[in-house]
């Protein structure tokens, strides 16, 4: 759905009067009946575990709603792709719309999607696009579901109708970083970051404490460059890096391909994120954390055409998974890495699928030096305390400015 075509900018007026006038909260009838929220599923299962399958596939429509273009080698594609997974299943239609800002514009995104095509499961795909966006849309629609990536339902605060998936793409970071510090000769990786929520720190340090399980002196340089996508910045702080003797580079921006094609030029290691950016640097991609969202939303479709709904808690509203669960994987390894670099890589990614490693325990420091998991304790992947952290981890170079 081009955001440049006529029907829509048409779309586009009809809705900003409603949404001014509010007049879709008085078409929506409210839902009954819900349940309690469900547990987010247990290791090894997607949305769809127990469901059973659906005696007739019902017909549903989703929407998809992306804060950049479809091919950006980044975020976007790997959910364009997840989204064009599900629409070839049976009894399934897709609507998608790119490079939708997060602002109101996303309101009438979703709104178009419901009242125009027919849309009853929304996927906004954005960080920014959960509060307020989602959160005024899907409370003014309450027969519509929403599935936001990342966002923390809250119970009693959080809609019925909204739930929340994700995955634990730090794995694979980790994983990477083993692979950054087996590759490096300086001692020195760098990490190109958006902004200092939570996903995105904890993903610079997973890939540091991977990097330091090899070899303790390792460090991270972060630099946050304020937004998901400023290419110039992205160029400029991987040329900076290059030019400090950082040897091995990773990014968590919206679209790596130029963090990947600035290290290529620059002659240094890089490893990729959201999807496989292996052409764009033939000699120095290593391996990188990829996203596959097409599991996911293939269970949701499933549970929804079974009569199965969030808002009475036959759908969980909480969805997580991780390597073992086929949420995410680990880029093929690049002609540049060392056997020993992958044999270390291949025994982590064992580990973790096999719930054996835990990789945020006690006793660890944060960058200040100060103490963030005591000794004894550990926090396992699913823990929603990991979903909050604000802090950097021990070898991290660089502040959240929190």
Known sequence: MSNQHPLYLRRRKVIRGLLAAGAFGATSRLWAGCAPTAEAPQSGTSPAAGGGSPVAAKEVTMGFIYVGPKDDYGWNQAHFEGKEGVGKLASVKTVDQASVPETKDVQEAMLSMINQDGATIVFPTSFGYFDPHILEVAKSNPTVQFFHAGGLYEEGKTPKNVGSYFAYIDEAQYVAGIVAANMTKSGKLGFIAAKPIPQV????????????????????????????????????????????????????????????????????FCTGYHTNQAKLAPKGYLTGAEWDWSKIYASYAELIQSGKTLMDGSIPHLVRGGLKDGFVKVSDYGPAVSEKAKKDADAAKEQLMADALVIYKGELKDNTGKVVIPAGKEFKQKDTELEKMSWLVEGVIGSTGT
Not at 210 to 224: E, M, Y
Not at 230 to 259: F, R, Y
């Open 201 to 268: 720190v904890r993903n610079i340090n997973s890939y540091t404490l991977g990097a330091r399980s090899i070899n303790p002196k390792v460090t991270t340089q972060v630099v946050f460059t304020g937004d998901w996508s400023l290419p110039v910045k992205e160029a400029e702080a991987a040329n900076s890096m290059a030019d400090q003797g950082i040897d091995v580079i990773t990014c968590h921006v919206d679209s790596p391909k130029v963090v990947m094609e600035t290290a290529e030029k620059r002659g240094i």
